[in-house]
């Protein structure tokens, strides 16, 4: 069987195998009724102390010349001199109670190989207790540690499997990141186990040497101590680094092949938990000097070696056992000693917490220091520390410390010549005097030795060899110093902490990267904090954004650009487009604290480029709106074309959220940039209508509307910053003083902006200037004119007419382009206000639109009146106020379009166009009915048949209550006209009502009406009656109520179709034929009763296609289809009929067969193969 290592506190496999020929030995800690320690470890640790630490290596047995090996002192302890066969449970019972543990597992392994199980040593082996560390407090008298005694056991890695880390992960949803944090987790707790391994290696290393052998080299001074394996690496770690130094590269390589089995770049291999020594140069340089060894002085957070204790107390080398009086006697004595030393670490604690206290106190009264015995090195942040560390141990910093150890050593007195000279040495070279400050302490009056106070000093439990000991032992007594620590601590706490409240450490790595001294530290810190949340929601976004501003503001424009900028770049192309929206955001954040040239070249591109090439739709919006800001605080005329251009690129993005950014944020933005150079009117808004007149040049037999849209939207978003140019540059604005008097601007006054930067008050100032300004431009357009009102001028003289001018060109039936036009004009119109309007717009479109018969070129179609001039000026223009005079204007100019258009008969598309655009609006219902109601009483019959196709328009938008009252009374009146052209008109409206209106009363009294077209006698003959009817059941059927469809249209189409066939006229009857062809093809996709199918569809058809036989032959195959088509539609509907009643016939006996057939397969007790057989159809 595998020999197995069940305490879990050796270094990682590969760090064994580095390490083949270090000993192995073991410490072990006292219990009553134990024998004494074996050579070679003549000190039994007290049971008070830490627990010591079992060292576990690859090796079995150990080599060492130092002291013998656990076999052989198992061996020589057992023996005693006697030759007798001892039986293996004494020998078990013996490694046991010595703690030679590993002797004793590869004793159980050998026995189990054997077949020879012990279960002594099985029973030991298997309870987990025997391993677990023990407290450091004593044990009672009475108490009677294990056998195996107190024993250190690292802790479990692996259980770390078992906690569930997605409850911290702010993405639950993919594994593999999960994954990847547990194992980072696991790695770094990995580490830290190596670390306190090693920690623990180093303690051990330092006491190993054998007392016998450490005295025999003391007493034979020429006599030199082996190396030791640790001291080695070290010495070989320097080697390679001053070979690397020095350009000695090639000598290096051989030197690291020659020891493979360390690590040349990581001093952490070496084993040491000690800051690295200095390099050899500065070695040599103070060869000259004693220098301390770590045995010669000891810490007191480390221990002491063994061998060098006064012991009058304790044997060194003891013969035979100590009975078990003796060995209490001991244990009482040092429980004694701790108790004193607990007392008087805690009254040192509170000692100097009090002067520290006072010391501060006195630097802020007192400007000299007050007088003191305990020595401060302190230096500058530029200036090299002074330390009272010895040589080989350098400071990790610049800053100022009290080293807790220093403070101890110093206040009893404890510190050696050697290392008071060295101290002093160091000091000496230090760049600054030191600053001399005495803490006194209570002196006992005891005769105790220094070297045992120290070694009894030892025995307090602190840790300094570990990164983090190192931290804790040393107290910042400045600023600057901690900065320094949180400099060194923060990337260790970070990774520690929750992602959910990591954003609580925000403030915590800003004001270190604010006040760091090192260039470096302050770069991974900045690094970490956008690096801090793998995917940022927006309030932790938000508090990074405010952290950055902060960090901005008190850092200044250089270290932005220096420290923050480059943060931003490095996550311009990040995976997650949360951490690319942190960076587009940051971006517009910064801006106001960036060099000027930094903002307009590189800041700039980095969001052209994400604008560009970024796919998620929140980037490139938080893009959009931090390129506003930069436009807010650019100062480049030479950018006014590459900002033109990126309005452009963003308008036309497919997002939605991005196009409505830009006219929030980017439009207003650059229009205020463009209002400083003055070219707002004269560069940005001529550039728009020039590319508009250039698509509609393009665009005679296809306009592309979106581009079209994008460009009028941009110069909709600029009326606001225009009307403020024209305020602001008028002859009046020098006058304008806000004051209390000046009454309060109207709601209605202007349109809702988008967004705040629209905001008129917003743009100009404040409200109460505005208001000063509105007053003055009111009374300047009424009473002063514009003489001298250059930009107001521009406005009437060149950019109305040229808008007008491009309104006459855009296509009429476009209810796209008319219904943004007729925005355009609305808030144009509604911005500069009402005098403006009534004044300058209103003269201008009604010089063009003459409402004459003279005006309208019915044989060129090409008359302004139908043009999209017409619903424009109407929609847009006189809509935009709604008093009286207003609605009097309007009505009055669409009577005169319909009276004019209808006299000349011109097309009706521009009349038809006004309409639908004002009827999207319930407001103008009554108005749109008063302007037809002119029209049905109108004496022209052209004009009552305009207004009769006009019902048609209203009707599907009005609702019913309008149609009962007003629309239904007209189109009856209409169809009892004297001119058939008139009741035919009627026809269109009547079938939309049967399509729109659900009131059954309106409906029959529809129907009654249509039936009297298609049954009197009167108007059999009226071949277009006929057809108008024929065109609207094939319009409104599809959509009509289904019981209207089958009892009146399709019976009424079927008599058309064969009083078709009986035509003479050959002209008449194909018109009517093809028009009955496209009715019955929009009713075939509805759902038709079979009765109907049967009576009416079919036979109509028929009828139809006997008619395309002799008219045309390629109607007449795809009649033939439809009727095949229908006829298998009835087949299948008798066929689903009949089997219809079966069922309903089976389900009354569906229950009893299927009990009896779940019966039947009860029974069966035939194989797979018979079971199949069944199914199988009897022959």
Known sequence: MASVNPFDVSDSDEEAERRPNETVDTERSPSEGAPGPPPGNAFSLPADAEPPTLLLSSNRTSPSGEGMSVSAAATSTMAGGVETRVSVDVIAAQLLRDQYILTALEFHTELLEAGRELPRLRDYFSNPGNFERQSGTPPAKDQVLGPGGPLNRAGSISTLDSLDFARYSDDGNRESDERVAVLEFELRKAKETIQALRANLTQAAESEVASQERKNFKSSPEIQEPIRPLEKRALNFLVNEYLLKNEYKLSSITFSDENDDQ????????????????????????????????????????????????????????????????????????????NLLNSEKQSLAEQIKKLQSEIQILKKSVSSPPPATLELCSSSSSSKPCSTNPPSVPSLDNGQYLDIRGVSEAGNDLVSTSTQNTSQSQQQTCNKTTSQQRVQFDQPNRKLSPAFQQALLSFCRMCSESRLGAEVSRIADSEESVMLMLGRCLPHIVPNVLLAKREELIPLILCTACLHPEPKERDQLLHILFNLIKRPDDEQRQMILTGCVAFARHVGPTRVEAELLPQCWEQINHKYPERRLLVAEACGALAPYLPKEIRSSLVLSMLQQMLTEDKADMVREAVVKSLGIIMGYIDDSDKYAQGFELMLLSLGDPSERVVNAVHQVFIPAF???????????????????????????????????????????????????????????????????????????????????????????IIIGNRELLSSLLLLYDHQLEHEGTTGWESLLWVVNQLLPQLIEIVGRINVTSSTCVHEFSRFFWRFCRTFGKIFTNTKVKPQFQEILRLSEENVDASAGNGILTKATVPIYATGVLTCYNQEEDRKLLVGFLEDVMTTLSLSHAPLDSLKASFVELGANPVYHELLLTVLWYGVVHTSALVRCTAARMFELLVKGVNETLVAQRVVPALITLSSDPEISVRIATIPAFGTIMETVTQKELLERVKMQLASFLEDPQYQDQHSLHMEIIRTFGRVGPNAEPRFRDDFVLPHLHKLALANNSQSVESKRIDIAIHLFEAYSALSCCFISEEVMVNHFLPGLRCLHADMEQLSPEHEVILGSMIKECEIKVENRGISDAQGSISIASSLVGEDAKTKFLSKMGQLTTSGAMLANVFQRKK
Not at 278 to 297: C, E, I
Not at 683 to 689: D, T
Not at 691 to 696: D, N, Q, S
Request: glycine fraction near 6%; include cysteine; charged fraction near 20%.
């Open 263 to 338: 690590d040349f770049e990581l001093w952490d291999d070496v084993g040491l938990n000690i800051p690295k020594p200095p390099d050899l140069l500065q070695l040599y340089r103070n060869g000259g000097s004693t220098l301390s060894s770590p045995t010669d002085k000891v810490d007191a957070s480390v221990g002491v070696a063994f061998g060098d204790l006064p012991g009058n107390c304790i044997s060194r080398e003891p013969q035979k056992k100590p009975d078990l009086s003796q060995q209490s006697e001991v244990v009482q004595e040092l429980e004694y000693q701790l």
């Open 671 to 761: 229009a205020a940039w463009t209002t400083e150079l003055g070219t707002l009117h004269t560069a940005l808004i001529p550039s728009l209508l020039a590319r508009i007149e250039k698509l509609l040049t393009q665009g005679e037999h296809g306009l592309d509307e979106h581009k079209l849209h994008v460009f009028l939207s941009a110069l909709q978003s600029l009326i606001p910053p225009l009307f403020a140019v024209v305020l602001q540059n008028a002859p009046f604005t020098s006058r304008a003083k806000p004051h209390e008097d000046i009454p309060a601007i109207e709601v209605t006054r202007f349109p809702r902006p988008a967004s705040p930067l629209q905001d008129m008050a």
